[in-house]
DNA sequence: GCTATTCCGGTATAATTATACATTTTCTCC
DNA sequence: GGAGAAAATGTATAATTATACCGGAATAGC
């Protein structure tokens, strides 16, 4: 099997994960309308998937399928209902946040692939002091803070959700 | 035909328009899974219908199925659409957007659920001067400016059409 | 009232998607 | 490295959904 080039695997960047980062990026700039379609442009970007594990990664990835403009395409669902219970928030943070920084008044935290617009709902459910809003992208979620001082406060605050309190 | 108690039908108030009325109440208070489970509850209802027809309501109501806890069920879509009419631009404000603010180089808008794509385009179609660019999330757009007067000034412009002129 | 037109919805079926099962790959713990 | 467990994926197929086609009811125009 030395044909093989899985080299990758080791910390989250399983085949896996970068094919339905692929998905994920496919849907959002093409109308994709049947996951046959689908495996056709993933197969062309280097992922030769059956349709099968197309229906999976959809599912896991929380994907629908929506009458749009002349047809059926996928998109990417809800992002999540609201959380209001400030304890599910600390869960959810922990599981999915990889890193938290900030530059100036802007706090980037970066989660696992596709769980960027959870944290970012869950975020907001908080209603943390000093924060002007947030913008979720798959893995990154942008938070606008008033001035650099909150963007510190917010920081720490985090970190220490993180570290598990 | 004296059986036929086909009375609504006047003011829009079709058997069709109460029949999606009821799907959207269903679907908002149990899991339904299939669109023959919602043929069996709509029968319940009073509403006597084949799963064709189910999905074709299902299709312009914009319903969804996504994979929830444990199976899949159908649930409201989002409901976005992208206009690209520079001149829609202030009704579509007027409609979507929530709160204008700004800090340092940055205006935050915030809009509705899943509008900030149409907001965000519509922005980007109308080339405000000392905008470097835009990104949206789901209900934020992010504005980044040249500096921070030409946050405040455009802050003050979109208040003023969010206030009607 | 009569005809034309449009809308609605059923039937039957094609198209699409989910999944049981088997196989392969990856991970874990020694 | 190897055995066993767990995860991932393909195959084949069942389950589900969309739609072409058609008939009947409502509507509009005369």
Redesign the interface.
């Known amino acids: 099997m030395a044909s093989k080039e899985k080299k990758d695997a080791r910390d989250g960047n399983s085949a896996k994960t970068t094919r339905r980062e692929t998905i994920l990026r496919l849907i959002a700039s093409e109308r994709i309308a049947t996951q046959n379609e689908l495996s056709r442009r993933l197969e062309e970007e280097g992922f030769p998937v059956t349709q099968a594990t197309i229906s999976r990664d ?3 990835l ?1 994907l ?6 002349g047809g ?1 395409y996928y ?1 990417v ?3 999540s209902e609201k959380y209001h219970a400030p304890h599910k928030f600390y869960s959810l943070y922990q599981a999915m946040v990889r890193t938290v920084d900030y530059a ?3 706090v980037v935290i970066h989660s696992d692939t596709g769980m960027a ?1 959870a944290v ?1 709902a869950a975020m907001d459910s908080m209603d943390w002091p000093g924060v ?6 798959d893995d990154t979620v ?1 938070v ?4 650099e001082g909150c963007a510190a406060e917010l920081v720490q605050s985090l970190r220490e959700i993180q570290a598990g309190r």
């Open positions: 959809i599912r896991e929380r629908v399928k929506t009458a749009g403009n059926y998109e669902g809800k992002p100036q008044n802007l617009q970012c002007l809003g947030t913008i979720a992208g942008l606008v803070t008033r001035d």
